[in-house]
């Protein structure tokens, strides 16, 4: 009786990556990751299986308008503690963005789709990526560093001034900034 959450149709072997990478972060701090269930990956199945979290997208709350300040300012604190957590890891998500950030509805920010996440320390490229550069060229989107460089606390930094820090949120920013 658990609602999870299948991600269908993941290319090349990127569903082993990411379900490697939200397995890490999971068992780092289960308060800003989902858990992860499973993946598949062959050639007639390629997902990964994690529990569903009712929530909504960081885009789409940004989108309405609709946070309060304090909303805003505890969203902030979050995710100055998840980018303490990526800057331990030595891991690189690649695709920050506000889409990419879930509020669930006791108000936690759960950071999703790890799918091109890297480790910094030992950098390899999943298979599909090395065949298929291109193809994360776009990762990030505005929130990325530079074209094909990824920097996470550039990233978050810009989420932040996105969502507008205040006063008491101001240290946060500086700190990743």
Not at 50 to 56: A, F, I, P, S
Not at 69 to 86: R, S, V, Y
Not at 104 to 129: G, N, P, W
């Amino acid at each position: 009786n658990q609602k999870l959450f299948i991600k269908w149709g993941g290319v090349g072997d990127t569903c082993k990556n990411e379900y490697s990478y939200i397995k890490y972060f999971y068992e780092k701090d289960n308060s800003f990751f989902i858990k992860p269930w499973f993946y598949k990956c062959n050639n007639d199945a390629k997902c990964i299986v994690t529990d569903y979290v009712e929530g909504t997208s960081l885009d789409r709350l940004l989108q309405d308008g609709s946070l309060s300040a304090k909303e805003k300012d505890n969203i902030i604190i979050q995710l100055g503690q998840i980018a303490d957590i990526l800057k331990e890891s030595k891991f690189v998500h690649r695709d920050i963005r506000p889409a990419n950030f879930i509020l669930t509805s006791d108000k936690k920010l759960k950071l999703i789709d790890m799918q091109f996440a890297v480790d910094s320390t030992h950098y390899k490229e999943c298979r599909f990526v090395r065949k298929n550069p291109r193809k994360i060229e776009p990762l990030g989107d505005k929130y990325a560093y530079k074209k094909y460089m990824w920097d996470d606390m550039y990233s978050i930094s810009k989420v932040i001034e996105e969502i507008g820090y205040s006063d008491k949120t101001k240290h946060i920013y500086e700190k990743i900034k």
